[in-house]
Nanobody
């Protein structure tokens, strides 16, 4: 069992930055692929970014490419999402997800473990 806890959300003005963190317990994350997803009010959950077990390869949604950076520190059992140049359309609850595996995964159905989410609100 993997327990994931997100932190770092909040209210920020457009153009600002936030750094989300996802801390894991119960298992070492070094064997897990990790992802970030988001769900805006009234919309379906969508892929944001993912990273393979060793951090060498990352994947991004087109909407965040060049603005967001996913990274991981397996020694700290933590995954991060650095969000720069934030836009009002980035407003959503952001979820961290994990699954065993060496590949890169971009579908929510690929993931077994989910955090509770952290709210990100970007004002215009």
């Amino acid at each position: 069992q993997v327990l994931l806890v997100e932190s770092g959300g909040g209210l920020v003005q457009a153009g600002g930055s936030l750094r989300l963190a996802c801390a894991a317990s119960g298992r070492t994350l070094s064997n897990y692929a990790m992802g970030w997803f988001r769900q805006a009010s009234g919309k379906e959950r969508e892929f944001v970014a993912s990273i393979i077990w060793n951090g060498i390869t990352t994947y991004y949604a087109d909407s965040v490419k060049g603005r967001f950076t996913i990274s991981r520190d397996n020694a700290k059992n933590t995954v991060y999402l650095q969000m720069n140049s934030l836009k009002p359309e980035d407003t959503a609850v952001y979820y961290c997800a994990a699954r065993l595996g060496s590949g890169g995964y971009v579908r929510s159905g690929d993931y077994n473990y989910w955090g509770q989410g952290t709210q990100v609100t970007v004002s215009s």
